[in-house]
């Protein structure tokens, strides 16, 4: 799997926990060159230290703030002089019945969910067409292919991912640019502890009990990078096998 990873320069965003975190672990045991980006800089820091990362290689940065997410991808272009992979990984799932009227955790997901990976998109796209190579990963869910009650905004913002992917699958096939969507089913990460709604809440608990561990999203990204250049993985779609929905 190394064989097309070694060397790349992957930029991760919510690299500092969860997902994001045993991706970056796997990506860098396999040689990649990392730059990680995400909120909470003491935890980046760590990781970096533990990864034997280059101390510019981690940057405290918000996904809801465009310069910000720019400035995460220029400083892989400042440390490397290129981006080969960005994961838009930064997600929020503050899933609630519509009743309830939680607008404020509607645009918090709007803004991380849709516009964290715009901005993303944004960041990378005119490096990797000047490159005329790289690969753009999106991280959507399986609630982007099935909603359910409670999930209604959270599902919406995740479809709303991989739609955004597939047009962008469409319009970079000149540059020779890949692009993948990830959905994932349960894995244990933090992600549940934004749920504020107590009824929705301990429903995902009981969804939770069978969740995969972070390492499966990892391996599942480290297959899509590792293909050769001709193979573009467009979309993968997992979940624990017990998972009914």
Do not use: C
Not at 22 to 34: D, S, Y
Not at 174 to 197: C, H, K, M, Q, Y
Not at 232 to 237: A, F, G, H, L, S
């Amino acid at each position: 799997m190394s064989k097309n990873i070694k060397s790349k320069v992957i930029v991760i965003t919510g690299a500092s926990s969860g997902l994001g975190e045993e991706t970056a672990r796997l990506l860098a045991g396999l040689g990649a060159n990392l730059v990680l980006g995400a909120r909470r800089i003491d935890k980046l820091e760590k990781l970096a230290i533990d990864l034997k990362l280059d101390s510019r290689a981690v940057l405290k940065m918000d996904v809801t703030q465009r310069v910000q997410v720019q400035a995460l991808v220029d400083r892989a272009i400042e440390i490397y002089g290129r981006i080969d992979v960005i994961i838009n990984n930064a997600g929020l799932m503050p899933s609630s019945m519509l009743d309830k009227l939680k607008v404020d955790e509607w645009d918090s997901m709007i803004d991380v969910n849709i516009k964290g990976v715009l901005y993303g998109i944004a960041a990378a796209l005119p490096y990797m067409q000047k490159q005329k190579s790289g690969q753009i990963i999106n991280v959507s869910s399986v609630a982007g292919h099935k909603v359910g009650p409670g999930g209604a905004v959270y599902a919406g913002t995740k479809w709303a991912v991989r739609a955004i992917s597939e047009g962008l699958r469409q319009e970079v096939k000149p540059w020779n640019i890949r692009t993948t969507i990830v959905s994932p089913g349960a894995i244990a990460t933090e992600l549940t502890n934004t749920i504020t709604d107590e009824d929705i809440a301990k429903g995902m608990a009981k969804t939770y009990e069978s969740a995969l561990s972070a390492s499966s999203f990892a391996n599942v990204v480290a297959f899509a990078i590792s293909q050769p250049q001709e193979i573009d993985i467009n979309e993968i779609v997992f979940r624990p096998t017990v998972q009914s929905y």
